[in-house]
């Protein structure tokens, strides 16, 4: 279920402080520590899997989707955001606990780097 060297699930059990938006029993959202964007969020199953392939568990996937736009709302940029879950070293994952990137508060380019 969870990871103990995983420095996402140390922030799902309040093991490391993160700067929190929104939590549920399922799922927690907190400000990336490293913006891209004025807004920049993450949202985090409190279950650990290592990525978007590793996650076979579709009813909390959905909740994530549910959870992400009402992240984007929280922050006022419901607008015009963007999600992204990179998958793989190869397209920028650092951390191998699945989040999405909630993005907004300037415009945003297409296509992404
Ligand atoms: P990835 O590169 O895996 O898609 O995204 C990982 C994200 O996690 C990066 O944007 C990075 O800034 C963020 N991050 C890494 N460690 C921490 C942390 O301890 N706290 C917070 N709030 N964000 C983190
Ligand atoms: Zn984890």
């Known amino acids: ?4 060297n995983c420095i996402f699930c140390k ?4 093991e490391i ?10 799922y927690l959202a907190f400000h990336d520590l490293n913006p891209q964007a004025p ?5 985090i199953p409190k279950k650990h899997f290592s990525s978007l392939n590793h996650a076979d568990d579709i009813e909390l996937l959905g909740k994530l989707m549910i959870g992400a736009k009402e992240v984007a709302e929280k922050l ?10 990179n998958t793989g070293e190869g397209a920028g994952q ?4 699945i989040h999405i990137h909630i ?5 945003l380019e297409w296509p992404p780097g």
Request: charged share 30%.
């Open 1 to 4: 279920m969870r990871d103990k």
């Open 11 to 14: 922030i799902a059990n309040k």
């Open 17 to 26: 402080n993160s700067n929190l938006i929104l939590e549920t029993e399922d």
């Open 39 to 43: 807004k920049h969020a993450l949202l």
């Open 76 to 85: 006022n940029i419901k607008e015009a955001y963007r999600l992204v879950i």
């Open 94 to 97: 650092t951390v191998f606990h």
């Open 103 to 107: 993005l907004g508060g300037r415009p």
